[in-house]
């Protein structure tokens, strides 16, 4: 019925009809809190002292796990471990050494903290390589896909041997879910799952990040494997492909201006799907905070709910503890 039956206001004019028929819920447990954890002796990154950016600090693992452990006590579901070798090479050893910067951040954390929160963590080379490329580099300065998958799949299996208990590739390679997925079943780990970055975009928003983990490209770009922005089909054959080799969960990153995207990987594939909300994401919003602009709260609570609303059941963000702190009705750590 047209107005003025049909009044829409009538479930607005107060808090309690509001919340009564509120559509789409925040909880703690949907967000992960990404932590950069460096070896002794890894160089410094800009924004370990830079009181703007607090959440992109570089962690020793003793700090990390006492991070950890306040998100744990805010009921975050997850962390995810990004690792700041104190040593690159070509081919990224560090990062499936035994013995690497994540894989004694994992067994530091199962042991201090064994309930949780859950541990993701980024299955990648970038970190590691003195190029800062997420994949084996050839001699004509290609990367070379099908030779960079079976270190990711060592990458994989040492992680899991650690601890992990979910695995997130992230290099856009072809075919690395399935590979990684072969060799994690073949080592026994056919329980862990797999939490694909399958849309990921070559993307300006990655800036912040690049400094926290020292791994920005030495020369060219990652358009030859990240996605165009453009391109929203392929996104989704690419999700689509990841599906089949074996992946459990697919994330879109970055959040902020795919939510089209989430929404389609969501509805298309029927999967658990996170988005992530990423540097330069929080960076723009504690900019325009800090400037006056805007307030930090109700901003960053609203882009989350719109990404939750959009599709996502998992937000990997920077803002994690505070918005968990805020969910509570608590002070928030970093504003």
Not at 263 to 268: G, T
Not at 288 to 315: F, K, M, N
Request: charged share 20%; proline share 5%; aromatic share 6%.
């Amino acid at each position: 019925m047209a107005f003025p039956t049909t009044r829409m206001r009538r479930l607005r004019a107060t808090a309690g009809l509001r919340g009564l028929v509120r559509e789409t819920g925040l909880r703690a447990e949907q967000l992960v809190l990404p932590l950069f954890v460096a070896e002794a002796g890894a160089a410094p990154a800009p924004a370990d002292d830079d009181a703007a950016l607090p959440a992109l600090a570089r962690l020793s693992i003793s700090a990390a796990v006492e991070r950890a452990r306040e998100a744990a006590g805010l009921g975050l579901g997850a962390v995810i471990l990004f690792g700041v070798p104190s040593h690159k090479d070509p081919e990224g050893s560090g990062a499936y050494d035994d013995e690497g910067v994540v894989q004694l951040a994992v067994r530091a954390l199962k042991q201090a903290l064994p309930d949780g929160p859950l541990l993701i963590t980024d299955v990648c080379l970038c970190e590691y390589t003195d190029h800062g490329h997420c994949g084996v580099v050839r001699e004509d300065g290609l990367i070379d896909n099908d030779a960079s998958l079976e270190l990711l799949a060592r990458t994989a299996v040492s992680h899991a041997r650690a601890g992990a208990d979910i695995l997130a590739p992230s290099d856009m390679m072809d075919g690395r879910v399935g590979a990684l997925r072969s060799e994690l079943d073949a080592e026994g780990f056919a329980d862990t799952p797999i939490l694909a970055y399958s849309a990921k975009f070559a993307s300006a928003f990655y800036g912040p990040f690049r400094d926290a983990a020292g791994s920005a490209p030495a020369f060219g770009d990652r358009r030859s494997y990240q996605l165009d922005p453009a391109n929203g089909a392929q996104a989704l054959r690419e999700a689509s492909l990841d599906v089949g080799e074996g992946a459990d969960m697919l994330m879109v990153k970055p959040a902020l201006a795919y939510g089209d995207l989430i929404s389609a990987v969501k509805r298309e594939t029927g999967l658990p799907v996170a988005a992530y909300n990423v540097s330069g994401e929080y960076a723009m919003v504690r900019a325009a905070a800090a400037a006056g602009h805007l307030d930090e709260r109700a901003a960053v609570l609203e882009i989350l709910t719109s990404l939750a609303r959009a599709g996502a059941d998992t937000i990997i963000t920077y803002h994690a503890l505070d918005a968990a702190h805020w969910l509570a009705g608590t002070e928030a750590p970093f504003t």
